[in-house]
């Protein structure tokens, strides 16, 4: 089985190695030597996703064919009788720009049968159709697929397939899927949740045939919770269990209830009222994630919140308040990590936060990851 021999890799790394890929293309003369790449995983943790925004955020193409709902002519093409020959017809959504450059994903490669892996051979080795097309060169060639252990519809795939592609395992990464989920705007107390329950975030031990947590499904339970005002609490739990099943909800929603007890962070920020740093640990989870949430929400009263977040800090243990500071200044932008790195670790207080938590920090390798902006 190829599950067995994979080698694995986080979301973050799969989206430098693809834009190693396409920076290669854009150098070679022989693209046929930059190898397809076949990405394996479970259902639901994100691998067109990924392929997706970064073409998105790249500015290049996406084709994304499902070649489970595929016929063998939609590959190869349709033959078509004229006079004394046969032609044949291509499928329009084969890039023909010859200077185009982008990412055609063959998703869910291991759910379609023998005959479409054939239809699909060519193109994936070759990089053309016979004499009929040739792929431009500023094109990667990628298909993704679940694993036979993963209960989903898995044909094998062909050893001379297989040999071709550079077979990568994607997991379920909860730092990665952290950064991704601040920049979808999913919901604070979710990521929160997920951080004090991590054996949570991706869970495929009970029932497969029914809701269970993975990736997919948080962001989904995500859009509910932020609809909130427009479903009753009974409607949303129910909600919750039917896209993680029930045992996931059940701590979520505990973890929900509590996190209203918390004190106001806005206030806290704000200097009105005294420090409290909640006890219990789904609590402080809840805390720190709220903080580096609500912190650059008030411009205006920026040299008053951040001292006060520092301070906050101070009164925090080191494994929180590195965490806290950390979220604090990741953001989708460069220029707006570097603003928030230069206004937290150059105010005057964080002189004190260093000096209780600064080994901590380094130990970490913080200063690694506050230059790091989320892919």
């Not at 411009?299 to 006060?308: K, L, S, Y």
Request: glycine share 6%; hydrophobic share 45%.
């Amino acid at each position: 089985m190829y599950s067995a021999r994979q080698v694995s890799i986080t979301a973050n790394e799969l989206t430098q190695f693809l834009a190693l890929q396409l920076k290669l293309l854009a150098q070679t003369d022989q693209p046929r030597l930059v190898a397809p790449v076949m990405l394996w995983g479970p259902p639901g943790v994100g691998k067109s996703t990924i392929v997706r925004e970064l073409c998105q955020k790249e500015g290049i193409g996406f084709i994304d064919i499902r070649l489970a709902q595929r016929e063998p002519v939609d590959i190869r093409g349709l033959p078509v009788v004229r006079d004394d020959h046969v032609d044949w017809l291509l499928s329009g959504e084969w890039p023909r720009d010859p200077d185009s450059r982008g990412i055609i994903l063959f998703d869910e490669l291991t759910a379609a049968d023998r005959s479409l892996q054939v239809a699909a051979y060519e193109i994936i080795l070759d990089r053309r159709l016979g004499d009929l097309y040739q792929l431009p060169a500023g094109w990667l060639v990628m298909a993704a697929g679940n694993r036979s252990n993963d209960r989903a519809v898995a044909y094998t795939m062909s050893s001379a397939l297989a040999n071709r592609f550079c077979h990568l395992e994607l997991t379920a990464d909860l730092q990665s899927w952290t950064l991704w989920a601040r920049q979808q705007g999913i919901d604070e107390a979710l990521i929160a949740f997920l951080r004090y329950q991590p054996q949570c975030f991706m869970d495929m031990e009970n029932d497969l045939e029914r809701g269970w947590p993975s990736p997919r499904s948080w962001e989904r339970v995500s859009f509910y919770l932020q609809q909130h005002t427009a479903l009753n609490e009974t409607l949303l739990q129910k909600i919750i269990c039917g896209l993680v099943g029930p045992g996931a909800a059940y701590q979520l929603i505990a973890f929900l209830n509590a996190r209203a007890e918390l004190p106001d962070v806005q206030l806290m920020l704000n200097g009105k009222i005294p420090i409290q740093i909640p006890e219990r640990p789904d609590m402080l989870f809840a805390f720190c994630s709220s903080l580096s949430q609500q912190l650059w929400q008030s411009p205006t009263m920026m040299e008053t919140r951040i001292g006060r977040f520092l301070e906050i800090g101070v009164a925090m243990t080191s494994d929180f308040a590195t965490l806290t500071l950390i979220d604090s200044i990741q953001h989708t932008n460069n220029d707006e990590v570097q603003r928030r790195s230069e206004l937290l670790l150059g105010h005057k207080k964080f002189v004190q936060w260093s000096d209780k938590h600064g080994q901590h920090f380094d130990a970490l390798q913080g200063a690694t990851l506050l230059t790091d902006a989320p892919v």
